[in-house]
């Protein structure tokens, strides 16, 4: 069982990865004016497009690689905020899929965690 003082913690862990996230994500890109959950790649500080294809080729792959990394950050700031919002909908600790309690050692790994340890092998089923 979770008891508030765990909880707290748990929420306090979650709101400094979100902090963390969050300046990584505004060193690689910029959020999307329209879709606040979606992040924009930014073309390296430094590599500009020029007349040498191969020079050309490498800014592109830098690029490739920021988008990578800017997908996963994203991936992973976007379940923090949803982890942040069950603690104002009094959700946070609710198993997902069975709506039992999740562990507080699974939550202990992973504050972000949807499901119960029972659950988390459907948890990339959920939407
Ligand atoms: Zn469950």
Not at 75 to 99: D, M
Request: proline content about 5%; hydrophobic content about 35%; charged content about 30%.
């Amino acid at each position: 069982m979770l008891t508030e003082e765990h909880k707290q913690l748990l929420k306090e862990k979650l709101e400094r990865e979100r902090e963390v996230l969050l300046t990584e994500l505004s060193r690689l890109g910029a959020q999307n004016p329209a879709n606040p959950a979606d992040w924009m790649a930014a073309k390296p500080v430094g590599d500009e497009f020029g007349a040498d294809r191969t020079d050309n080729a490498a800014v592109i792959e830098d690029m490739h690689t920021n988008n990578a990394s800017l997908n996963e950050l994203e991936g992973r700031l976007n379940n923090v905020l949803r982890a942040l919002q069950k603690f104002t909908n009094g959700t946070y600790g609710v198993c997902e899929i069975s709506g039992g309690p999740i562990e507080p050692e699974r939550l202990d790994a992973n504050p972000a965690a949807r499901t119960s340890i029972a659950h988390m092998r459907d948890e990339h089923l959920l939407s």
